[in-house]
């Protein structure tokens, strides 16, 4: 049995919930500057880390497992991007945001807390793609 996901499943309204909670969660850790295991509720989490793991694999010059998945979710990262820069978004705009992406996904893996003050800028920034990205999801299912 396959365990891709379909592209109708992958819209920004399946993953409203997740990301207005990301946002909040972000912007917490931005102030503390520290991103605690504690912090993301488990469920939260693997849908993060589902939809950013998307992201990176629409990304990726690989070869894709999921490409309708893969394909929308990039695109609808890149929308969200573009809402949280307020232009069209550049070579270093997205490294920016797979940087991101590939920090929380690790995150997932790992047993300790992101605790490094360069970091903070990244906090804010994920902070405003899940904000952006929730209002997409809410405008969706309206």
């Not at 920016?96 to 047993?111: D, H």
């Amino acid at each position: 049995m396959s365990k891709t996901i379909t592209v109708d499943v992958v819209g920004p309204s399946h993953w409203a919930y997740m990301a207005h909670e990301m946002a909040r969660i972000m912007k917490e850790v931005a102030n503390r500057g520290v991103l605690k295991r504690s912090d993301v509720p488990p469920g939260i989490l693997v849908d993060c880390v589902t939809f950013l793991g998307l992201v990176l694999e629409g990304s990726s010059s690989t070869s894709l497992t999921n490409p309708p998945a893969s394909t929308h979710a990039r695109v609808i990262a890149l929308k969200a991007l573009r809402g949280v820069i307020s232009r069209n978004p550049n070579l270093a705009d997205t490294d920016r945001l797979l940087f991101c992406c590939r920090m929380i996904v690790n995150f997932q893996k790992e047993t300790q807390d992101l605790s490094n003050p360069t970091l903070v800028p990244a906090f804010e920034f994920m902070s405003q793609f899940f904000s952006e990205l929730s209002e997409m999801g809410e405008e969706e299912i309206i």
